[in-house]
């Protein structure tokens, strides 16, 4: 008897050899489309517009004030004493220390104030300094009572240090004259 | 006498069934990681770099204002003049109250520019700002 056999078909296939081709054009689109954004920077709240008119100026006592000037040749007065732009930080944190324990309008307000024509690297500079400065006692405050990094902290404690240690800074009013 | 290169009797391929899937795999991570590019920007500006930078958590309520190391200064899609800038953003804040803007300034730039675009963003009540500034390393 003849052996009756079904022919063996085929397995179907889709061809897939071009797949790595296709995946590569999308790949190619996406990287050609996109960018990978640094969204990174200082954050500041500026002061609310007031009229030159209708300034009013409140005394606030010297040592409650760090008023830090950069003029156009990059030169930095801390509060009358010409300063490099990296002490600016180490300068400020012994006084911001000193007050963590004061009352909440006796913390101490970085004022920082520039000239028309100073550049604007510096600034960034200077603001940056500042702000290390804030950030690095609190960094120690948060170590020393609760034992943890400040970004470790759960909300209250972050709260609480955040209230003891706020973060004050003021951009001076432009001055008019200069213009 | 002749020669003949040794050669092993197995065939020699490298298999290349995954290789789609790896690619895939890099574009889902490129596809992720990604945005569009929203707006194209006109000038040239190169960020300056600070230490105690910070993240903007909330992407969505960015605005953008570019300056250049010319001096142009683009919002949106346009290039506009210092004056223009109280408008267009107290248009914005109106739509979206709690925006922050996203300096991103040249910084080769002066302070003088700078002063003249923050007393604009504070008539128009945009008073969370952020400058715009790279990781030192």
Same mark, same amino acid.
């Given at each position: 008897?003849?052996?009756?056999?079904?022919?063996?078909? /085929?397995? /179907?296939?889709?061809?897939?050899?071009?797949?790595?081709?296709?995946?590569?054009?999308?790949?190619?689109?996406?990287?050609?489309?996109?960018?990978?954004?640094?969204?990174?920077?200082?954050?500041?709240?500026? /002061?609310?517009?007031?009229?030159?008119?209708?300034?009013?100026?409140? /005394?606030?006592?010297?040592?409650?004030?760090?008023?830090l000037l950069i003029n156009e040749q990059g030169d930095v007065l801390?509060?009358?004493?010409v300063?490099?732009?990296?002490?600016?930080?180490?300068?400020?944190?012994?006084?911001? #220390?000193?007050?963590?324990?004061?009352?909440?309008?006796?913390?101490?307000?970085?004022?920082?104030k520039t000239d028309r024509k100073t550049s604007?690297?510096l600034y960034?500079?200077?603001?940056?300094?500042?702000?290390?400065?804030?950030?690095?006692?609190? #960094?120690?405050?948060?170590?020393?009572?609760?034992?943890?990094?400040?970004?470790?902290?759960?909300?209250?404690?972050?709260? #609480?240090?955040?209230?003891?240690?706020?973060?004050?800074?003021?951009?001076?009013?432009?001055?008019?004259?200069?213009? | 006498?002749?020669?003949?290169?040794?050669?092993?009797?197995?065939?020699?391929?490298?298999?290349?069934?995954?290789?789609?899937?790896?690619?895939?795999?890099?574009?889902?991570?490129?596809?992720?990681?990604?945005?569009?590019?929203?707006?194209?920007?006109?000038?040239?500006?190169? +960020?300056?770099?600070?230490?105690?930078?910070?993240?903007?958590?909330?992407?969505? +309520?960015?605005?953008?204002?570019?300056?250049?190391?010319?001096?142009?200064?683009?919002?949106?899609?346009?290039?506009?003049?210092?004056?223009?800038?109280?408008?267009?953003?107290?248009?914005?804040?109106?739509?979206?109250?709690?925006?922050?803007?996203?300096?991103?300034?040249?910084?080769?730039?002066?302070m003088?520019?700078?002063?003249?675009?923050?007393?604009?963003?504070?008539?128009?009540?945009? +008073?969370?700002?952020?400058?715009?500034?790279?990781?030192?390393?």
């Open positions: 008897m003849a052996l009756i056999r079904k022919k063996k078909k /085929p397995e /179907p296939e889709i061809p897939s050899s071009s797949m790595a081709d296709i995946s590569f054009l999308l790949l190619i689109f996406f990287l050609v489309s996109t960018v990978i954004d640094v969204d990174t920077g200082i954050g500041l709240t500026l /002061p609310e517009y007031v009229p030159p008119d209708q300034i009013q100026t409140a /005394p606030i006592s010297k040592d409650r004030m760090a008023a801390l509060d009358g004493n300063i490099a732009i990296p002490q600016i930080s180490k300068n400020l944190k012994a006084r911001i #220390e000193s007050k963590i324990e004061l009352d909440k309008n006796k913390k101490l307000i970085v004022s920082i604007y690297n960034i500079q200077a603001l940056d300094q500042v702000r290390m400065a804030f950030n690095e006692v609190r #960094e120690e405050y948060s170590k020393r009572k609760f034992g943890k990094r400040f970004i470790d902290l759960d909300q209250d404690q972050a709260q #609480e240090v955040k209230e003891k240690i706020p973060v004050i800074i003021s951009i001076a009013e432009p001055e008019l004259i200069k213009k | 006498m002749k020669f003949e290169k040794k050669r092993a009797g197995v065939k020699q391929q490298i298999p290349t069934a995954s290789l789609p899937d790896i690619i895939f795999m890099l574009l889902l991570f490129f596809m992720v990681t990604t945005t569009m590019r929203e707006v194209d920007v006109f000038v040239k500006f190169k +960020l300056p770099e600070a230490k105690a930078i910070e993240k903007i958590e909330n992407k969505r +309520l960015v605005n953008y204002i570019w300056i250049g190391e010319d001096g142009r200064i683009q919002v949106n899609d346009a290039i506009v003049k210092v004056s223009d800038i109280q408008d267009i953003m107290y248009k914005k804040r109106q739509a979206l109250p709690n925006l922050i803007v996203s300096l991103r300034i040249d910084k080769g730039q002066s003088g520019i700078v002063t003249d675009i923050q007393q604009e963003l504070r008539k128009a009540y945009c +008073l969370r700002i952020n400058y715009s500034a790279m990781m030192k390393e």
